[in-house]
C-alpha cells in the first residue's frame, strides 16, 4: 500500500504563530485530502487537494503530486486550531485512503 | 454540505452483546465506509460498501459484518462484543472522486 508520513509528529506553538505542516507519500496519487480532528474525535474535512494550491481562511495546502508531497500551513494560529492532524491519500478508482500518523498541533494562549 | 450522521456519540455495552451503530448520509454518495481508531495504530478500515447490499473487506473485518438496504445507511454490526472490541468507531461517505466525509464517530466500551 501507499506509505504516508506526516511531520512533525507534534508541534506546540504561541497564539497568533504560524506553522507548516508535511505530508510525504510513496506513489503517485489523484486524491489527497487532509483532515483536523477535533477534541470531540470528529474528523472535519479542510481540503481536498490532489495537485495545486487552495485557501481557505487561515489555513492553506498545496499539493506537489510529481514530488509527492503536500503542504498545510497555519497561519495566525488560534487555541481552536488544537487537535490531530492528518493526511489521507488514495486513487479515484480505489476506495481506500491511506491515512498518516497525524501531527498533533497544541495552541497556548 | 455533506452530512454524515451516526446514531451514537457515546455507547457502553456488554460482552457477547450484538451491537449495531447506524451511519446515515444525505448526499446520495454511491460509497459509505466504516473505519475503527485507536490510539498508536491510527485510522483503519473495516468495511466498505460501493453500492446498495454491495460490500467489500477492509484491512479488518473479523468480528464484524456490515449492512447497506438503502443507499443513504450503512449499519456496523458486531455479532458478539468483546473488549477488544472498545474503539472510537467512524463512519464516512464518498462520491464519484472519493472525497470522504466523515461522520462524528461513536466511542464505544465494551466492558
Known amino acids: 500500500g501507499i506509505q504516508v508520513e506526516q511531520s512533525p509528529p507534534d508541534l506546540i506553538l504561541q497564539e497568533g504563530a504560524n506553522s507548516t505542516l508535511r505530508c510525504n507519500f510513496s506513489d503517485s496519487v489523484n486524491n489527497l485530502q487532509w483532515f483536523h480532528q477535533n477534541p470531540w474525535g470528529q474528523l472535519i474535512n479542510l481540503f481536498y487537494?490532489?495537485?495545486g494550491t487552495k485557501q481557505n481562511g487561515r489555513l492553506s495546502a498545496t499539493t506537489v503530486a510529481t514530488e509527492r508531497y503536500s503542504l498545510l500551513y497555519i497561519s495566525s494560529s488560534q487555541t481552536t486550531d488544537s487537535g490531530v492532524y492528518f493526511c489521507a491519500v488514495g486513487y479515484h478508482n480505489d476506495y481506500k485512503l491511506s491515512f498518516g500518523a497525524g501531527t498533533t498541533v497544541t495552541v497556548r494562549a | 454540505d455533506v452530512k454524515v450522521t451516526q446514531s451514537s456519540r457515546y455507547l457502553v455495552k456488554r460482552t457477547g452483546e450484538k451491537v449495531f451503530l447506524e451511519c446515515v448520509q444525505d448526499?446520495?454518495?454511491?460509497?459509505m465506509f466504516w473505519y475503527r481508531q485507536d490510539p498508536g495504530l491510527g485510522l483503519r478500515l473495516i468495511y466498505f460498501?460501493?453500492?446498495?447490499?454491495?460490500?467489500e473487506k477492509g484491512d479488518i473485518p473479523e468480528g464484524y459484518s456490515v449492512s447497506r438496504e438503502k443507499k443513504e445507511r450503512f449499519s456496523l454490526i458486531l455479532e458478539s462484543a468483546s473488549t477488544n472490541q472498545t474503539s472510537m468507531y467512524l463512519c464516512?461517505?464518498?462520491?464519484?472522486?472519493?472525497?470522504?466525509?466523515f461522520g462524528p464517530g461513536t466511542r464505544l466500551t465494551v466492558l
Open positions: 487537494i490532489p495537485s
Open positions: 460498501s460501493y453500492d446498495v447490499k454491495m460490500k
Open positions: 448526499m446520495d454518495h454511491e460509497n
Open positions: 464516512a461517505s464518498s462520491g464519484t472522486y472519493n472525497e470522504q466525509f
